[in-house]
């Protein structure tokens, strides 16, 4: 069955007006400049949806997405050429996003061609110093990329998206495709490119393992909502969020690492038509009465910390 990203894809590719269910429903995300912020949670929970949104690719069905202090959907003409550049994404699967009948030079070099960045003269130059950056020998210009690894190909996304120099990358679990032995070396390439450009990033996994070692902030997903934020060190230290305990105890060792992510018992819910109050309640260890009726809200329980759950915003009594 479809992902829940895919559903409204192909709700909006039929030209039918966009489904009544917001995928990513109320989510108010901030991102600091030069920051790394790592989004979590299941396959289905719409991460993937508001990577999407974000990066301009989808509309998003209510609310907006504002980039220094600009609301993207009324962005024209070169404004918005200027933001789709700006801000890059990069996919898990590298071989679907990467066109296998054009040479490297190409799939680097198309973007800066296509829209006049650099001079048609330098754009070799460019190419080759975007696949040196990336760790790949300049003569590979000249092949496919059926000819590469999966961690070489995952390199040539990287060095497509470096050329136009953006400032900010939104990565859709960009190494869960790749073998455990390659994700550390993508990752530190990762790691590298953001401390030489200064580039802020969306990481978007649901591996929490890999999550916290590289980001400075922790957004938590359930059912398209964000349910707990803040800076990764308190996060895992003390989780505020019964969903959030439950990642973190049930982050896999390096060894388990490429087996189904199930930490909870249950199923989750289905997007369509999540559970009434708070939506986590069928699945918490922790749920009380209240938690059946009221939706708890995202509510700051500490500076730069907010969680959705009533344990720490209790509702008024009625
Ligand atoms: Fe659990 Fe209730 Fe908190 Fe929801 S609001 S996470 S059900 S304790
Ligand atoms: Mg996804």
């Keep these: 069955s479809p992902t829940l990203a895919e559903r409204i894809l192909m709700a909006t590719g039929r030209g039918k007006p966009p489904p009544v269910l917001r995928a990513v429903d109320g989510v108010d995300l901030s991102i600091a400049r030069g920051e790394v912020l790592g989004l979590v949670g299941?396959?289905?929970?719409?991460?993937?949806?508001?990577?999407?949104?974000?990066?301009?690719?989808?509309?998003?069905t209510s609310g907006e997405v504002v980039y220094d202090q600009r609301k993207v959907a009324g962005l024209k003409g070169r404004d918005r050429l200027d933001y789709l550049l700006k801000v890059q994404m990069i996919f898990q699967d590298p071989y679907a996003s990467l066109?296998?009948?054009?040479?490297?030079?190409?799939?680097?070099g198309e973007a800066l061609s296509l829209h006049k960045l650099v001079p048609k003269a330098q754009i070799d130059e460019a190419v080759d110093r975007a696949l040196t950056e990336v760790g790949l020998d300049?003569?590979?210009?000249?092949?496919?990329?059926h000819q590469f690894s999966g961690g070489q190909r995952q390199r040539i996304g990287i060095a497509r998206a470096l050329a136009v120099k953006p400032d900010f990358l939104?990565?859709?679990?960009?190494?869960?495709?790749?073998?455990?032995s390659i994700q550390a070396q993508v990752i530190n390439l990762f790691?590298?490119?953001?401390?030489?450009?200064?580039?802020?990033?969306?990481?978007?996994?649901?591996?929490?393992?890999?999550v916290r070692h590289i980001s400075?902030?922790?957004?938590?997903?359930?059912?398209?909502?964000?349910?707990?934020?803040?800076?990764?060190?308190?996060?895992?230290?003390?989780?505020?969020?019964?969903?959030?305990?439950?990642?973190i105890a049930a982050i896999p060792?390096?060894?388990?690492?490429?087996?189904?992510?199930?930490?909870?018992?249950?199923?989750?819910p289905s997007p369509l038509a999540p559970p009434p109050g708070c939506p986590f309640h069928p699945r918490c260890p922790q749920a009380m009465a209240v938690c059946?009726?009221?939706?708890?809200?995202?509510?700051e329980i500490a500076p730069g910390r907010s969680a959705a759950c009533h344990l720490h915003t209790p509702p008024e009594a009625a």
């Design 42 to 60: 299941e396959s289905g929970c719409g991460k993937s949806t508001l990577a999407r949104v974000i990066t301009g690719i989808l509309p998003p």
């Design 99 to 108: 066109d296998p009948r054009m040479k490297v030079s190409r799939i680097v």
């Design 138 to 145: 300049t003569a590979y210009r000249e092949r496919y990329p």
């Design 170 to 180: 939104v990565c859709d679990e960009p190494v869960s495709a790749l073998d455990v």
């Design 191 to 210: 790691m590298d490119v953001r401390a030489r450009h200064g580039l802020t990033y969306l990481f978007v996994s649901h591996d929490l393992g890999l």
């Design 216 to 247: 400075d902030r922790v957004a938590i997903m359930y059912l398209g909502r964000i349910v707990e934020i803040g800076p990764a060190a308190e996060i895992f230290a003390t989780p505020a969020h019964p969903y959030s305990a439950a990642l």
């Design 253 to 268: 060792s390096a060894a388990r690492r490429k087996q189904a992510f199930k930490p909870l018992g249950g199923e989750l």
């Design 292 to 299: 059946r009726e009221i939706r708890p809200p995202l509510a």
